[in-house]
């Protein structure tokens, strides 16, 4: 069994920040993308960044220069750094993790829970 569980959300003014962290546990070999996704009422789910186990980045255009993936690979943990919150970046908060639970294994996509992230005007 593996579980990714995510904090930080909650409610924020625009212009604010907050940090998401998103933790693996379980049955464990290697870890290889992590990332997170969001998804509004309404709307389909879309990711918002991903990071490589080397550490290599990418994001959404709509969230550039304003967020910031990163990760610890020794605590198995991704983290989402929001700057500069716009009311449009409410939404559950998704993260996911390519996750090899043995030697050998194949990496298998896992997902959290999520997280609401709401941002008031």
């Known amino acids: 069994q593996v579980q990714l569980v995510e904090s930080g959300g909650g409610l924020v003014r625009a212009g604010g920040s907050l940090r998401l962290a998103c933790a693996a546990s379980g049955s464990i070999f290697r870890i290889n993308a992590m990332g997170w996704h969001r998804q509004a009422p309404g709307k389909q789910r879309e990711l918002v960044a991903v990071i490589s186990r080397g550490g290599s980045t990418n994001y959404a255009d709509s969230v550039k220069g304003r967020f910031a993936i990163s990760r610890d690979n020794a605590k198995n943990t991704v983290y989402l750094q929001m700057n500069s919150l716009k009311p449009e970046d409410t939404a559950v908060y998704y993260c996911?993790?390519?996750?090899?639970?043995?030697?050998?294994?194949?990496?298998?996509?896992?997902w959290g829970q999520g997280t609401q992230v709401t941002v008031s005007s």
């Open positions: 996911n993790a390519e996750i090899a639970r043995y030697v050998g294994g194949s990496y298998v996509p896992s």
